[in-house]
């Protein structure tokens, strides 16, 4: 299935029924006066967030949603039935925007959560409805309200614990592969990871956690460069974000920086937000190298780095179990358990 995590929509909802306009006719009786019924409401449009949802690969092929109109009134006092809501079901963590893609209109975050995009036109009064004591037999009835019509913009931020970050080919999917029952597509070449991918970390009975991983960053991703930066938004909810560093490379700590100069020109709290940063693919490192690299890295995030490797696993326990602590809010800090340059699996 294909992910999409931007969509624009567009809903109406119903029209209010006629008022009826009828006066009782029957036998002996010369004078029935006014019997025209009240139309129905017309059927409101709400956006829901539903739990079995992961995109919004839907709204590509159906952008157009309209409630019913409600039914007009009848004789005999009948009054029309109300048009039917409709219910647009969408992913936890959609946003839903003005046609200015600027005006925020809800933000689902829980299942079930629900918003009115388009209420539904009253429906007219029957002429029964004006009948008065100075007024015995009137002859008006109103038409229904009519419908409303907005254009939307439906925008997907994924709902995830933490997030993985850093540049093509630092080895998110593999790590997220590891640790996880998900199986992005791994290769050798840069952008291998087009869209955001999840994965459940589980790690015992009741305790597990979501991981995010998200297509790799490059200098000048904010001005549209390589994939941009567009899907760092899927990171925003996240309580912290975890930056690989390819441990291969020659130039770890220039690495770093251009991803957080990157985090930083995206602005949004993105670079306020807690973070862990790991030095992956260690097993491809002899000893020496490896920690010159690690006290290089852990020198420009000024803070200690880890050592890890989503291939050979090295690292990965204690760092899901801390997540799993930042996660429950427990006192104890994941910097306590950093790597301080010791070879720890």
């Keep these: 299935m294909k992910f999409l995590d931007r969509a624009k929509i567009y809903v109406e909802s ?3 029924g006629a008022g009826c306009l009828s006066f009782r006719r029957e036998k002996f009786i010369e004078f ?7 139309g129905g ?3 409101h449009v709400f956006a829901e967030a539903a739990e079995n949802l992961n995109t919004l690969i839907d709204f590509r092929y159906q952008q157009h949603y ?6 007009p009134g009848e004789g005999s006092n009948r009054t029309g039935a109300d048009g039917a809501d409709l219910i647009i079901k ?25 918003v009115l995009l388009a209420k539904g036109g009253n429906g007219g009064f029957g002429n029964a409805h004006f009948k008065s004591s100075t007024n015995r037999a009137p002859t008006r009835a109103n038409s229904g309200q009519p419908s409303e019509e907005r254009t939307l913009w439906l925008r997907l931020k994924l709902i995830a614990d933490f997030g993985l970050v850093g540049l093509p080919n630092a080895g998110k999917s593999t790590l997220l592969s590891a640790v996880t029952a998900a199986r992005p597509k791994i290769a050798d ?12 970390v589980r790690l015992t009975e009741g305790e597990s956690f979501v991981l995010a991983d998200i297509p790799g960053l490059i200098e000048g991703a904010h001005e549209g460069a390589g994939i941009g930066d567009r899907f760092l938004g899927h990171v925003e909810r996240c309580a912290a974000i975890i930056h690989l560093v390819d441990g291969t490379s020659e130039q770890v700590a220039e690495d770093y920086r251009t991803v957080r100069e990157e985090i930083a020109a995206y602005g949004n709290g ?3 937000k807690r973070e862990i940063v790991c030095l992956n693919k260690c097993d491809a490192l002899d ?6 690299r690690l006290a290089d890295l852990s020198k420009a995030a000024g803070r200690p780095a880890r050592a890890i490797s989503g291939v050979s696993g090295a690292g990965l326990p204690a760092l899901m179990r801390d997540l799993m602590t930042i996660k429950t809010g427990t006192p104890a800090e994941e910097e306590e358990s950093a790597s301080d340059g010791e070879w720890a699996p």
């Design 32 to 38: 029935g006066g006014p019997n025209g019924g009240d």
């Design 41 to 43: 409401r017309g059927g």
């Design 14 to 16: 119903g029209a209010g």
């Design 287 to 292: 000893e020496a190298t490896r920690k010159k």
């Design 90 to 114: 969408v992913p936890i963590g959609t946003q839903i925007f003005e046609e200015d893609e600027e005006t925020l209109i809800a933000d689902l975050e829980n299942a079930g959560e629900r």
């Design 66 to 71: 309209t409630a019913k109109n409600g039914r």
């Design 270 to 272: 993105l670079d306020e």
């Design 189 to 200: 070449y840069p952008f291998t990871t087009l869209h955001p991918g999840l994965g459940v």
